[in-house]
T-cell receptor, first 116, second 114 residues
Framework: DTEVTQTPKHLVMGMTNKKSLKCEQHMGHRAMYWYKQKAKKPPELMFVYSYEKLSINESVPSRFSPECPNSSLLNLHLHALQPEDSALYLC???????????????FGPGTRLTVT | AQSVTQPDIHITVSEGASLELRCNYSYGATPYLFWYVQSPGQGLQLLLKYFSGDTLVQGIKGFEAEFKRSQSSFNLRKPSVHWSDAAEYFCAVDNMDSNYQLIWGAGTKLIIKP
């Protein structure tokens, strides 16, 4: 099973709302990622977790808050977002971090977020 | 710094015709290379990857890619496209300077003519 699931598929939220995106994988992968993708662009890395610890934060604004409750789950908490944050948010996982032995990343279907 | 170039923003191919999507990378050594496909409104699916060994790699859905060190290229090919192949195709390179980040090409949109 090479599936990464994400919920919800679509989310519309106001600028004062608090919402969360959820990602799950059952492949035993130890690295999980959040990406943001705008239309007609490649994905932009936001966060990386390795063994449930935050490894990297790509200078993401604090209105995005990641959480990794266990090795299978990854959440992205959203608060006070701006309309320019509207995008497709993708979760991915890999066996580990590359470190010279590259592990391919498996992506979920994404959550289409609209901020009004 | 590493970079990935996909010179074609979009390509139009007739159904049943052959396809080649170009990807060039910039790096001193041999990187790890990937092709992903993204259907409209969907996530990315790994088509194939090259780490080492045989320079012609086979992937899913009838795709293959050839790594050419001399040309710093990793072009994606398919002998006969189907209408369902219409999608965005991304070439990516593993960032050898950072063990977690993929460097992405800008993508090529494949349009299939009936």
């Amino acid at each position: 099973d090479t599936e990464v699931t994400q919920t919800p598929k679509h989310l519309v939220m106001g600028m004062t709302n608090k919402k969360s995106l959820k990602c799950e994988q059952h492949m035993g992968h130890r690295a999980m990622y959040w990406y943001k993708q705008k239309a007609k662009k490649p994905p932009e890395l936001m966060f990386v977790y390795s063994y449930e610890k935050l490894s990297i934060n790509e200078s993401v604004p604090s209105r995005f808050s990641p959480e990794c409750p266990n090795s299978s789950l990854l959440n992205l908490h959203l608060h006070a977002l701006q309309p320019e944050d509207s995008a497709l948010y993708l979760c991915a996982s890999s066996q580990g971090l590359a470190g010279g032995n590259s592990y391919e990343q498996y992506f979920g279907p994404g959550t289409r977020l609209t901020v009004t | 710094a590493q970079s990935v170039t996909q010179p074609d923003i979009h390509i139009t191919v007739s159904e049943g015709a052959s396809l080649e999507l170009r990807c060039n990378y910039s790096y001193g050594a041999t990187p790890y290379l990937f092709w992903y496909v993204q259907s409209p409104g969907q996530g990315l699916q790994l088509l194939l990857k090259y780490f080492s060994g045989d320079t012609l790699v086979q992937g899913i859905k009838g795709f293959e890619a050839e790594f050419k060190r001399s040309q710093s290229s990793f072009n994606l090919r398919k002998p006969s496209v189907h209408w369902s192949d219409a999608a965005e195709y991304f070439c990516a390179v593993d960032n050898m300077d950072s063990n977690y980040q993929l460097i992405w090409g800008a993508g090529t949109k494949l349009i299939i003519k009936p």
